[in-house]
């Protein structure tokens, strides 16, 4: 059975848990909609296709061909995403009159594993970080990657036939992605390019819509599918960041459209755990007089199907 964090928070029993994961929902734009998939072990095997059997039409007393399809075998491990906050007993009993001081180191990690997360979703690569995952970037290939242009195409340009052609390449990214509806997936794109599509909509009248997605929340949307913005990295850096290249083009970011999908049936990207969000109070440590709470998250990444996802690379901010 798969969950989203929102969904597993209203099941959990664990209050501390349950905080932990409506933070997660809080702070990430893909941790709040991904469905998570339960597994048993560490690893999930399943089976892809690789050829189509043969088939044809035939006279009368005429036989068939016999022909069968090809299936690959692939596998997707789990990954361990956590860590450990420490709070000093005198910070707790000098200054907890203020705030709950472990509560709020609990948060700040709680928001660092939400922006590892979510920048493993589109630029993991396990031969930078091998304990890590593949993200989309990675993934994607072939017709799932769409040019926008040789040197990339600007959002808004002339405010005219620019700021059309982008809008045509945002279709073309869309029905890249079969089945993709506002329901179950998402357009992602930096918070600047996010404001030149405002732009560009206002110059050809109304094509700006904002109104709340499925999980309640106030967003840019394209023909009804959220468009979101991924945030940024431990370090700061835009998660879809403005250094692409793009022909001559090394300004140039890439939009992505994904489709979730809660098992492999329903062809879509989705995420995979053992156990969920875990959070453990381990109390006053011995080798020092501190409290700890513990955070591990077992998860992984699947991509179910060619055209659960798609990039569109060389979108120029301009």
Known sequence: MALTLAQAALLSQNQLQRGVQEIFVQE?????RI???????????????ASLPGVAFRSVNEAYTESTGTVVQ????????????????FIVQTRGDLNDQRAIQTRLKVKSASYKFQDAFF????TVDPKGFDGLKKRLIGAQVLDAGTNGIPVLGNGGTDAHAFYDALDQLVAAV??????????????????????????LGGVE??????????V??????????????????????????QGSATT????????????????????????????????????????????EFYCGLATFGGKAAARLRGVLNA
């Open 28 to 32: 990430s734009s893909v941790l709040d």
């Open 220 to 245: 840019l949307q394209w023909n009804g599918v959220p468009v979101l913005d991924p945030g940024q990295n431990l370090a700061g850096a835009e998660i879809l960041g403005l250094n692409e290249t």
């Open 35 to 49: 469905p998570l998939l339960t597994i048993q072990g560490n690893a999930y095997a399943y089976n892809k296709e």
């Open 252 to 295: 140039a970011s890439s939009v992505y459209a994904v489709k979730f999908g809660s098992d492999e049936t329903e062809q879509g990207v989705t995420g995979l755990t053992n156990g969920g969000v875990q959070v453990d109070d381990l109390g006053q440590l011995q080798e020092k007089p501190a409290y700890r709470t513990r955070i």
């Open 74 to 89: 692939a596998t997707e491990s789990l990954v361990i995403l956590g860590g450990d906050a420490d709070v000093d007993r």
């Open 178 to 203: 079969p089945g993709l509806t506002p329901e179950n997936g998402a357009i992602y794109a930096n918070r600047a390019l996010q404001a030149k599509i405002r732009s560009a909509g206002r110059r």
């Open 123 to 126: 630029n993991g690569d396990i």
């Open 209 to 218: 819509v904002v109104r709340e997605d499925t999980t309640g929340k106030r």
